[in-house]
C-alpha cells in the first residue's frame, strides 16, 4: 500500500535537493530543473530561506547551516554512533587505513564517521565521491561497498528485495555485482563468515573488508570497514588478518554499546 504523503513538504525537499545537486542555484535553473511552477518554486524557497534551511548569495540560492545543526544532532543522538566513532579512530590509527562506519538510510548507505589515516598515500573514495573537507553524510549504494553488504546481510529477504526494488543494482565499476542472484549468493556467504568483502567494486584498485555491527536487541545499526588500495591488501593480510581484526573490534564495539544500554536502565 502507497503511504499517503504531504505534496507541499515534497516539493520543498525537491528544490532542496536540486540546490544541492546543482551546486547552488538560480529561481531560473531551478525552474527549468523542476516540473513545478516559477511562482511555486519561489514560494517554497523564501520559506527555505526565512527558516535559515537554505541561504542567498546574489542570485543564487545555496544549502544553509541549518542543516548542520540537524546533521550533528543525528550523528551524536544514538550513544552507539558516538561509539563507533571511537572505534573508527582507534582502528584507523592502529593500522594506518581508511576505516568508515555506515548507516542504513533510505535503503541507502549514508557515512556517519570516517576516519583515513593521514600517512597513507592511497587516494581515498573521498576524492571520488565528494569535493568537500569531509565526505561525512555521502550516500553508497548498499550493494557496492563492504558496509553496505553486511548490512544487507542483516537484513530480511523482504528488506533486500525492497531496496533492489528502490535502487537497483548499479554499477560502480567492472567488479560491481549487478545481477540480484549474485548479490543473494554473496550475502549468504557474509552471513556464513561474519565478514563482508568489496574487491575494486566502488572504486578500481580499492578494496573493502566490512562487518556489521549490532545493538543490544540483536538488530543491525550499521557496519565499519576497513578500507585501502589493493597493493596493500594482498593475499593473507586480505582474507584474514584484516577480517580477524575487524571482527574483534567490532565485538568489542558491540560489548561498550551493550554494557552502555545498560548502564542507561540501571
Same mark, same amino acid.
Given at each position: 500500500?502507497?503511504?499517503?504523503?504531504?505534496?507541499?513538504?515534497?516539493?520543498?525537499?525537491?528544490?532542496?535537493?536540486?540546490?544541492?545537486?546543482?551546486?547552488?542555484?538560480?529561481?531560473?535553473?531551478?525552474?527549468?530543473?523542476?516540473?513545478?511552477?516559477?511562482?511555486?518554486?519561489?514560494?517554497?524557497?523564501?520559506?527555505?530561506?526565512?527558516?535559515?534551511?537554505?541561504?542567498?548569495?546574489?542570485?543564487?540560492?545555496?544549502? &544553509?547551516?541549518?542543516?548542520?545543526?540537524?546533521?550533528?544532532?543525528?550523528?551524536?543522538?544514538?550513544?552507539?554512533?558516538?561509539?563507533?566513532?571511537?572505534?573508527?579512530?582507534?582502528?584507523?590509527?592502529?593500522?594506518?587505513?581508511?576505516?568508515?562506519?555506515?548507516?542504513?538510510?533510505?535503503?541507502?548507505?549514508?557515512?556517519?564517521?570516517?576516519?583515513?589515516?593521514?600517512?597513507?598515500?592511497?587516494?581515498?573514495?573521498?576524492?571520488?565521491?565528494?569535493?568537500?573537507?569531509?565526505?561525512?553524510?555521502?550516500?553508497?549504494?548498499?550493494?557496492?561497498?563492504?558496509? &553496505?553488504?553486511?548490512?544487507?546481510?542483516?537484513?530480511?529477504?523482504?528488506?533486500?528485495?525492497?531496496?533492489?526494488?528502490?535502487? &537497483?543494482?548499479?554499477?560502480?565499476?567492472?567488479?560491481?555485482?549487478?545481477?540480484?542472484?549474485?548479490?543473494?549468493?554473496?550475502?549468504?556467504?557474509?552471513?556464513?563468515?561474519?565478514?563482508?568483502?568489496?574487491?575494486?567494486?566502488?572504486?578500481?584498485?580499492?578494496?573493502?573488508?566490512?562487518?556489521?555491527?549490532? &545493538?543490544?536487541?540483536?538488530?543491525?545499526?550499521?557496519?565499519?570497514?576497513?578500507?585501502?588500495?589493493?597493493?596493500?591488501?594482498?593475499?593473507?593480510?586480505?582474507?584474514?588478518?584484516?577480517?580477524?581484526?575487524?571482527?574483534?573490534?567490532?565485538?568489542?564495539?558491540?560489548?561498550?554499546?551493550?554494557?552502555?544500554?545498560?548502564?542507561?536502565?540501571?
Amino acid at each position: 500500500m502507497t503511504q499517503k504523503t504531504a505534496k507541499t513538504t515534497e516539493r520543498s525537499l525537491d528544490v532542496i535537493d536540486t540546490v544541492q545537486k546543482l551546486g547552488g542555484a538560480t529561481l531560473d535553473e531551478l525552474t527549468n530543473e523542476l516540473e513545478i511552477s516559477r511562482s511555486t518554486i519561489h514560494l517554497h524557497l523564501q520559506t527555505l530561506l526565512k527558516e535559515g534551511y537554505l541561504t542567498k548569495e546574489g542570485a543564487v540560492y545555496h544549502i &544553509g547551516l541549518r542543516f548542520l545543526n540537524h546533521g550533528e544532532y543525528a550523528r551524536s543522538r544514538k550513544k552507539a554512533y558516538t561509539l563507533a566513532k571511537q572505534t573508527v579512530t582507534e582502528l584507523s590509527d592502529q593500522i594506518d587505513e581508511e576505516v568508515e562506519f555506515v548507516v542504513e538510510n533510505d535503503n541507502r548507505g549514508i557515512l556517519v564517521h570516517e576516519s583515513f589515516h593521514p600517512d597513507s598515500h592511497f587516494p581515498s573514495k573521498e576524492r571520488h565521491i565528494s569535493t568537500a573537507p569531509s565526505p561525512a553524510g555521502i550516500y553508497y549504494y548498499l550493494h557496492s561497498v563492504a558496509t &553496505g553488504k553486511a548490512i544487507l546481510a542483516e537484513l530480511s529477504d523482504e528488506r533486500v528485495k525492497a531496496v533492489l526494488d528502490d535502487w &537497483g543494482l548499479p554499477r560502480q565499476t567492472e567488479h560491481t555485482i549487478t545481477d540480484r542472484d549474485a548479490l543473494l549468493q554473496e550475502l549468504e556467504g557474509i552471513r556464513k563468515r561474519g565478514v563482508a568483502f568489496a574487491d575494486e567494486e566502488y572504486v578500481d584498485s580499492l578494496r573493502e573488508v566490512g562487518r556489521r555491527v549490532t &545493538g543490544p536487541d540483536g538488530s543491525v545499526l550499521g557496519a565499519i570497514a576497513i578500507i585501502g588500495p589493493k597493493y596493500r591488501f594482498t593475499d593473507e593480510r586480505y582474507t584474514t588478518e584484516l577480517p580477524e581484526l575487524l571482527t574483534e573490534c567490532v565485538d568489542d564495539l558491540e560489548t561498550e554499546i551493550r554494557d552502555s544500554y545498560l548502564d542507561d536502565y540501571r
